[in-house]
């Protein structure tokens, strides 16, 4: 049965619509020291297909095992294996140090990718103390394509290993036409100890 | 009365039933300014929600050339949590003089109580204001330091203005939870203007 009113259809085929354009997808909690955390698309509820055009995911007091590493993701295209696809990306930050004086905002190229496989730096030097931690975002635009590349965009604040605020700019593309549907962050070194990883999807219409 | 629909039930005893994907941002507050020293959210801020988010839609200062700011309540009733920041914006004035992008660091704090700078120098011409996005995580931890970033476009008081897209980030440096934020001007009032407090699930 179909709920419609004033012409709109609110229910309809067991689901209702107009409820809002962000859905969470899927939240993983990391509560001791884990070494990889991946979405993948049709495992354990993870949505990452043609479903939603734009996937937003959510990065809450990410804290690392180890001093000064970096929260760090890749991708997997669908029916491939392992994450190592090609990114070509870019990345500058800026910083304030607690101590009033250390400051700079630059572009940062040992932190960038150039048609490179490895793991791409989202939140760099995470400080390990037990206050430490980082938070950000990173959208990742139509995965599903089969004929354009996929781009992503992050934005990611830390408290520096070196007691710093620190904001990173990251975005860049998968340099592949095959879709993505798995997606994997880990830190460069050592484990995430904790930290929440939320999946959106923002729907087009 | 129950609403069922395909066999799925959307709707009973006057909720939506739990099965039934919802918006994960979710209007928690407005508050709107008319002639206010401050606009406060002193409630509603806590363990329900893993992220904050405060949209500005049209700040409008009284005063020409003063700096949009936020401070943090962090367990008594003043807004005056120890915090770091940074500050760095692009702009580009009307007369198409030469655009720049740099470290502003006369506007930032560092292990300072003070409020912490979200724009400077805006402009209070009639039909200047700012528009931006700050963002705050996790504030009801009492483990973690509490980022926030921003993001804002806005006016400034430059004869020729110009358009500037300013982006701030920083931790307040405590443990305590943080249970309410504070937009102001660093001196004459909000004119009017109009912060939207979200949640995200």
């Known amino acids: 049965m179909a709920v419609i009113s004033n012409g709109t259809t609110l229910a309809d085929a067991g689901a209702m619509s107009g409820l809002g354009s962000l859905t969470l997808i899927k939240t993983i909690t990391v509560s001791s020291g884990t070494s990889t955390v991946s979405f993948v698309d049709g495992t354990s509820s993870v949505v990452l297909d043609n479903t939603y055009p734009i996937y937003k995911f959510e990065f809450i007091n990410i804290h690392a095992s180890n001093n000064t590493t970096h929260f760090s993701f890749q991708a997997n295209v669908a029916g491939g294996s392992g994450f190592n696809e090609t990114i070509t990306s870019t990345y500058f930050r800026a910083f304030h140090g607690e101590n009033g004086t250390d400051n700079g905002l630059g572009y940062d190229g040992n932190r960038d990718l150039g048609q490179a496989t490895g793991f791409q730096e989202l939140i760099s030097g995470i400080g390990n103390d037990t206050d430490g931690n980082g938070n950000g975002e990173l959208f990742l635009f139509n995965p599903s394509s089969t004929t354009f590349v996929t781009h992503f965009m992050a934005t990611t604040v830390t408290s520096y290993a070196d007691e710093a605020a620190r904001r990173m700019h990251v975005a860049g593309y998968i340099n592949t036409t095959a879709a993505i549907d798995e997606i994997q962050f880990k830190q460069s070194a050592g484990n995430i100890d904790s930290g929440i990883i939320k999946l959106y999807g923002i729907k087009d219409s | ?201």
């Open chain 2, 1 to 201: 009365m129950g609403l069922i629909s395909n066999g799925t039930t959307l709707l009973d005893a006057g909720a939506l039933d739990g099965g039934v994907a919802t918006g994960a941002m979710t209007l928690l507050s407005t508050s709107t300014a008319s002639s206010s020293a401050n606009l406060t959210f002193a409630s509603g801020i806590n363990s329900t929600y893993k992220e904050y988010v405060f949209k500005f839609i049209d700040i409008h200062p009284q005063t020409n050339g003063k700096h949009f700011q936020v401070n943090f309540r962090d367990g008594s009733s003043a807004y005056d949590a120890t915090k770091t920041t940074l500050m760095f914006y692009s702009y580009h004035d009307e007369g198409d003089g030469t655009p720049a992008l740099a470290f502003v660091n006369s506007d930032v704090v560092a292990q300072s109580t003070d409020a912490g700078r979200i724009n400077t120098g805006q402009g209070s011409d009639n039909d200047e204001s700012c528009a931006g996005t700050l963002h705050l995580y996790n504030p009801s931890s009492t483990t973690f330091v509490k980022h926030f970033h921003s993001n804002i476009a806005y006016t400034d008081s430059s004869g020729t203005p110009n358009s500037i897209n300013v982006f701030v980030s920083g931790y307040c440096n405590v443990s305590a939870a943080i249970d309410g934020v504070q937009f102001s001007f660093n001196s004459g009032n909000i004119d009017s203007g109009t912060i939207k407090m979200y949640g995200i699930k």
